[in-house]
T-cell receptor, first 115, second 112 residues
């Protein structure tokens, strides 16, 4: 089974802190994603990466950055956390040939509260 | 642009009732279509998928048929259980891109 592991399930951070959310996948997938999920807004894509050291902005990249130094690991960074970044963050990965209909696999989520 | 629209919830049903959650999409090209389920406090899990027109995806009693003529992928189940209570997301992946587009989710509550 594909496994996407997010390092922290629950975090509480102070405004202005630098926050790292780590994600590891074990299926050698090329593509990795970070979403945030908020009530009434569904899933919104923050950043994605289709290769090591490659990244592309999603729909809501402001206030976030990412790092992908190794294929299996994709980190989300909040440079200076703010209360409006309190949310559930979902990491995901996908792979395989384009057009094959390969699915996207999610981690269990990280609940971040910024106080 | 490319997008997925699904019916707003919550949907409340009694156990053994018939379920339909509507999903329509807008996409350039030939997308693959998916339904995901999210149980409370967890991430999203793949429920079923279809990769081309007229394909039917099925899993755990849930079904959805890829209808290109109506650009729809409605989720159905003949008899829901309390354990089906969750949030359901419709999604698409474009043929030649790595991005996935998700609907806003539909919460299902099943009462005993």
């Amino acid at each position: 089974d594909v496994k996407v592991t997010q390092s922290s399930r629950y975090l509480v951070k102070r405004t202005g802190e630098k926050v790292f959310l780590e994600c590891v996948q074990d299926m050698d997938h090329e593509n990795m994603f970070w979403y945030r999920q908020d009530p009434g807004l569904g899933l919104r894509l923050i950043y994605f990466s289709y290769d090591v050291k490659m990244k592309e902005k999603g729909d809501i990249p402001e206030g976030y950055s990412v790092s992908r130094e190794k294929k299996e690991r994709f980190s989300l960074i909040l440079e200076s956390a703010s209360t409006n970044q309190t949310s559930m963050y979902l990491c995901a990965s996908s792979g395989g040939e384009i057009g094959s209909g390969n699915t996207i696999y999610f981690g269990e989520g990280s609940w971040l509260t910024v106080v | 642009g490319d997008s997925v629209t699904q019916m707003e919830g919550p949907v409340t049903l009694s156990e053994e009732a018939f379920l339909t959650i509507n999903c329509t999409y807008t996409a350039t090209g030939y997308p693959s279509l998916f339904w995901y389920v999210q149980y409370p406090g967890e991430g999203l899990q793949l429920l079923l998928k279809a990769t081309k027109a007229d394909d039917k995806g099925s899993n755990k009693g849930f079904e959805a048929t890829y209808r290109k003529e109506t650009t729809s992928f409605h989720l159905e189940k003949g008899s829901v259980q309390v354990s089906d209570s969750a949030v359901y997301f419709c999604a698409l992946r474009l043929y030649n891109f790595n991005k996935f587009y998700f609907g806003s989710g539909t919460k299902l509550n099943v009462k005993p």
